[in-house]
């Protein structure tokens, strides 16, 4: 079934060369375009596209004041086409209902493969089926045992809607947290600073953007640097270059592999929304090392690849929703009377 686009961007040059970008790509077809925000919600409401791409920054009415107005109509996605400029405010919009965003390149005619593979990759990851012959809907654990665990660090991988799920459970962490959160959401260099500081705005325990050999403390939170790998080692933080894994850096499974190392029984894997399989193998060497790993639930993914992949593999002891999830976090991390 053809993906019918609307095409949303100030620059009249954008959108000929986004559209025609599309265009190309198989089964995808621009049915429309707007040269800002009011435009856009008038195409939506004439042509009912199936997606929409959206600039961040347009006059007369935002990306983010457009997405706010989408979601006011529809659930349709909204895919934010953002360059290093606009990275504030694509986290505000990602946060206010815009499915995920993808970088804008500095010369889309210089590497179009590249744009149209990312574009058609998260595009098609929104549209997938739903998973039927596994028991991905059941809680396969009994989710207050966790509380009975001595847990000492609690690791989170996410990719596709991650921003927004992340937002809703690290803003409801307890104010005495007694162990470290460390954080591999998919997201390039740079972005990853602006959504570490919104994250720190909103919750009641410190977050930060992890540095190289930065001593880990208890009760913070660490995400990892666009375009860095993060490593647990010892008490430290160790932030690398190495090839990308699952096509990306940072990689859950880094993190979460090196975290199983470090804190053995004592780790809490989770595994959140997002395309592709990242996490999988993370949570395997979480599981051998006696570790405990959580998935969110079909229902409140964005994409279901990520948990799904991992509730496949048979490496996933609970799953729970978006509410559930921050709850089970929020007991098993703060200080104990």
């Known amino acids: 079934m053809v993906k019918r686009i609307l095409v949303v961007d100030d620059s009249a040059f954008m959108r000929k060369i986004i559209s025609e970008q599309i265009n190309q790509i198989d089964g995808f077809e621009v049915v429309a375009t707007a040269m800002n925000g009011e435009a856009a919600i008038q195409k939506m409401d004439q042509f009912n596209p199936d997606v929409i791409t959206l600039d961040v920054e347009m006059?007369?009415?935002?990306?983010?004041?457009?997405?706010?107005?989408?979601?006011?109509?529809?659930?349709?996605?909204?895919?934010?086409?953002?360059?290093?400029?606009g990275q504030d405010t694509t986290?505000?919009?990602?946060?206010?209902?815009?499915?995920?965003?993808?970088?804008?390149?500095?010369?889309?005619?210089?590497?179009?493969?590249?744009?149209?593979?990312e574009l058609a990759c998260r595009?098609?990851?929104?549209?997938?089926?739903?998973?039927?012959?596994?028991?991905?809907?059941?809680?396969?654990?009994?989710?207050?045992?966790?509380?009975?665990?001595?847990?000492?660090?609690?690791?989170?991988?996410?990719?596709?809607?991650?921003?927004?799920?992340?937002?809703?459970?690290?803003?409801?962490?307890?104010?005495?947290?007694?162990?470290?959160?460390?954080?591999?959401?998919?997201?390039?260099?740079?972005?990853?600073?602006?959504?570490?500081?919104?994250?720190?705005?909103?919750?009641?325990?410190?977050v930060k953007e992890a540095k190289h050999e930065e001593i880990i403390k208890p009760g913070t939170v660490y995400l990892?640097?666009?375009?860095?790998?993060?490593?647990?080692?010892?008490?430290?933080?160790?932030?690398?270059?190495?090839?990308?894994?699952?096509?990306?850096?940072?990689?859950?499974?880094?993190?979460?592999?090196t975290a199983a190392c470090a804190?053995?029984?004592?780790?809490?894997a989770v595994i959140l929304t997002g395309m592709g399989k990242d996490g999988t193998v993370g949570m395997t060497h979480v599981k051998e090392r006696k570790g405990h790993t959580l998935a969110q639930d079909e229902a409140s993914c964005v994409v279901y690849g990520m948990p799904g992949n991992a509730v496949k593999?048979?490496?996933?002891?609970?799953?729970?929703?978006l509410g559930e999830i921050a709850s089970i976090l929020n007991e098993v991390s703060k200080v104990k009377k």
């Open 123 to 206: 595009i098609n990851a929104v549209f997938q089926e739903p998973l039927k012959n596994y028991t991905h809907n059941k809680k396969l654990m009994k989710i207050n045992n966790l509380n009975d665990k001595e847990i000492k660090a609690i690791v989170i991988g996410a990719s596709t809607g991650g921003p927004r799920a992340l937002l809703e459970i690290i803003c409801q962490l307890p104010t005495h947290l007694a162990v470290p959160v460390f954080i591999a959401q998919h997201m390039p260099e740079g972005f990853t600073t602006s959504f570490a500081k919104r994250l720190d705005q909103c919750a009641s325990v410190p």
């Open 263 to 268: 804190y053995g029984k004592h780790l809490l």
């Open 224 to 257: 990892a640097p666009g375009n860095y790998h993060m490593e647990i080692v010892g008490h430290e933080i160790n932030l690398t270059q190495t090839a990308k894994i699952n096509g990306v850096r940072p990689a859950v499974d880094t993190l979460f592999q």
């Open 59 to 85: 006059p007369r009415m935002c990306g983010l004041e457009t997405v706010k107005r989408i979601r006011e109509k529809s659930q349709v996605p909204v895919f934010m086409l953002s360059s290093l400029k």
């Open 313 to 321: 593999a048979e490496v996933v002891d609970a799953i729970a929703n």
């Open 91 to 117: 986290i505000q919009a990602l946060e206010s209902g815009a499915t995920d965003f993808i970088e804008k390149p500095r010369n889309i005619r210089e590497r179009p493969g590249e744009f149209q593979n």
